[in-house]
C-alpha cells in the first residue's frame, strides 16, 4: 500500500513538474501589473532570469547578491508608478540600462 501511494506521489510529481516546464513567457510582453501580482509566474523567478538576462548582455558573469536585491527593488518601485509598462522597459528605465 505504502509504495503504491509513495508511485502515485512520484507519478503527480514528474507529471506537474513536466506541465509546468513545457510552458514558456514571452518576457517582452510581461507588464508591471503582471509582474507585481504574480499573474504570469513569481516574480522572483522573473526577477532573477531578469537580473541573468542584463548581466549576461555585459558579459558579467559575477553576481552581487545584495546588488541584485537593491535592483529587484527599484524595478518593483518603478513597476508600482507605472503598472501598464512593460517589465523590461521599467528595468531598463529605474536601472538606466541601454543608456
Known amino acids: 500500500?505504502?509504495?503504491?501511494?509513495?508511485l502515485l506521489?512520484?507519478?503527480?510529481?514528474?507529471?506537474?513538474?513536466?506541465?509546468?516546464?513545457?510552458?514558456s513567457i514571452d518576457i517582452t510582453k510581461v507588464t508591471c501589473s503582471q509582474y507585481l501580482f504574480d499573474k504570469i509566474a513569481p516574480s522572483k523567478s522573473i526577477a532573477v532570469w531578469l537580473a541573468g538576462y542584463y548581466?549576461?548582455?555585459?558579459?558579467?558573469?559575477?553576481i552581487d547578491l545584495t546588488r541584485m536585491d537593491q535592483d529587484i527593488d527599484k524595478v518593483e518601485d518603478y513597476c508600482r508608478l507605472h503598472?501598464?509598462?512593460t517589465l523590461m522597459d521599467a528595468a531598463k528605465n529605474a536601472l538606466g540600462l541601454g543608456q
Do not use: E, P, V, Y
Request: aromatic share 4%; proline share 0%.
Open 83 to 85: 503598472q501598464d509598462a
Open 1 to 6: 500500500m505504502k509504495t503504491s501511494s509513495l
Open 9 to 23: 506521489a512520484m507519478s503527480i510529481a514528474l507529471f506537474t513538474s513536466a506541465a509546468q516546464a513545457q510552458s
Open 55 to 62: 548581466n549576461g548582455t555585459r558579459h558579467n558573469t559575477s
